[in-house]
């Protein structure tokens, strides 16, 4: 096939343990899938169906150091367990959901806080706030069979050495199967998408030459330092 220009490279992720990389289909966020966080966001009833945003795929990106963006001087973190998949479809089943799953990872949704608030008061979408370039650092993935599929383990982000997340990925609101079950009926699931799967609270502001250390019990370290 031909095409006008070059098409741009497919984004993927490295596999711990593999020399192929995983490509990245879509990327699907979990709003507010830890009680502290939601309640710290100003939200008081979390008796509800989840609700989900996207990144676009190339925003995912493993360096090493975050660009502060432009149009925004509130900038946040917030740490997350990352879920990639190697099957999909429609309608998944509780029962089924976890067979989709290829492995895990750790991601920071970075999010222009003051342009997702404005956007909030004025009625408007998210994706100036959400999905700008490079708003999706992550580790490399580790593949299920290695570790099995996580239900339990702390999460915890440090700024400059000091800790301002501090959970456990048991404290979700929605589990992983919930979450692959809920989106397969909004959206027909493919291999290559990650689900970002919510952040607890302690989300705050970023400025340039912090250094951001992120965990997840058994999985791979993020490290990253804003420029």
């Known amino acids: 096939m031909n095409y006008i220009f070059s098409p741009s490279p497919q984004p993927a992720l490295p596999i711990i343990g593999n020399d192929s990389l995983f490509p990245v289909h879509r990327i699907y966020c979990v709003g507010q899938n830890y009680a502290e966080h939601?309640?710290?966001?100003g939200h008081k009833n979390c008796d509800r169906q989840p609700f989900f945003f996207?990144?676009?795929?190339?925003?995912?990106?493993?360096?090493?150091?975050?660009?502060?963006p432009t149009a925004s001087e509130?900038?946040?973190?917030?740490?997350?367990?990352?879920?990639?998949?190697?099957?999909?479809?429609?309608?998944i089943s509780l029962k089924d959901a976890m067979?989709?799953?290829?492995?895990?990872?750790?991601?920071?949704?970075m999010t222009r806080r003051d342009l997702q608030r404005y956007a909030k008061q004025m009625g408007q979408p998210w994706e100036a706030s959400k999905a700008f370039d490079k708003s999706a650092?992550?580790?490399?993935?580790?593949?299920?069979?290695?570790i099995g599929h996580p239900d339990a383990g702390a999460i915890w982000l440090d700024i400059n050495?000091?800790?301002?997340?501090n959970s456990d990925i048991s404290r979700m609101i929605w589990t992983i199967?919930?979450?692959?079950?809920?989106?397969?009926?909004?959206?027909?699931?493919?291999p290559g998408d990650l689900i970002f799967t919510g952040t607890p609270a302690g989300v705050g502001a970023i400025k340039r030459g912090d250094y951001l250390k992120g965990h997840v019990d058994g999985l791979p370290e993020l490290n990253i330092k804003v420029v």
């Not at 996207?54 to 502060?68: A, G, L, R, S, W």
């Open 54 to 68: 996207q990144k676009n795929p190339d925003n995912i990106f493993i360096e090493t150091e975050f660009p502060y």
């Open 38 to 41: 939601a309640l710290e966001m």
């Open 137 to 146: 650092p992550c580790t490399a993935l580790i593949d299920a069979s290695q």
């Open 177 to 190: 199967p919930e979450q692959i079950t809920h989106l397969s009926s909004l959206f027909e699931l493919r």
């Open 99 to 109: 067979n989709n799953v290829f492995g895990y990872g750790v991601g920071l949704d």
């Open 161 to 165: 050495g000091v800790r301002s997340q």
């Open 74 to 91: 509130e900038v946040h973190w917030e740490i997350e367990m990352v879920v990639a998949l190697k099957t999909g479809g429609t309608n």
